[in-house]
Each structure stands twice: as C-alpha cells, then as structure tokens.
C-alpha cells in the first residue's frame, strides 16, 4: 500500500509544483498591483484547487510518507492562504500608504515553495530506487 501511497503523494507534489509556479507569477503581478479582477480570476481557482489538493492527501501509515503527506498539507495551506491573503490585501491597498508598502514587500510564496521543490524530489527518488 505505500507504494499506492507515495505515487498518490507524488503526484500531488507534481501538480502543486506546476500551480505554485502560477502562483508566483500571480503573487508578483499582486505585488505591482495588477489588475484585482484579473488576478482574483487566475487566484481563486488556484486557492481552490490548493485546498482541495488538502483533502486529497493521503492518510499514510509509513511514517516517513505520514512526515511527508504533513509537511505537504503545511505547503498547500500556506499557498492557499499566501495567495488568499495577497489578493486581500491588494484590495484594500487603496486604502494607506503603509498597506501598499506592505503589499511591495511580498515575495512570492514563501520558503514552502523551496519545500515542495524538496519533499517532490525526495519522493521521486523513492519511486526511482530499486526495492
């Protein structure tokens, strides 16, 4: 079963791997105050589709794949909320000056997206290695 197990969990590391790189470009067209309905319309399904990735992890009983189904529930949710909270913030931007200087301050999804790129590979290597 954890072969079925880390395949399902590598999987979803892929998908998230693309959706994360659409959510830096997001994040940055966020950041330089983009279009708000443009960017809601790319953003909203990405969140969506973070959360649901959420309750499609797995519930392993390696501990090792357990460590990683977490850690990549920790990423999805960061992502969802990253990218929730940027949009939330661009739209009240308007609204000070220190708002829209914290909205030039963000930078992209955030050391979770270094993880991903990490908990996706280590998973690969997994399903490389000889049994």
Do not use: K, Y
Not at 7 to 29: K, T, Y
Not at 93 to 103: A, F, G, I, K, T
């Amino acid at each position: 079963m954890s072969g079925d197990e880390r395949h399902a969990l590598l999987a979803l590391a892929e998908e998230a791997l693309d959706l994360q790189a659409e959510g830096e470009l997001v994040m940055a067209e966020i950041r330089d105050e983009g279009p708000l309905d443009d960017l809601s319309l790319r953003g909203g399904p990405l969140i969506s589709r973070f959360e649901a990735m959420r309750r499609e992890l797995p519930a392993c009983g390696d501990p090792l794949l357990r460590s990683a189904a977490e850690v990549l529930d920790m990423i999805f949710a960061n992502h969802a909320l990253a990218l929730h909270a940027a949009l939330d913030l661009l739209a009240v931007s308007w609204r000070s000056e220190r708002m829209r200087d914290e909205l030039h301050r963000l930078e992209g999804l955030g050391r979770p997206a270094v993880w991903l790129h990490t908990i996706r590979d280590e998973l690969a290597e997994e399903m490389e290695a000889p049994a």
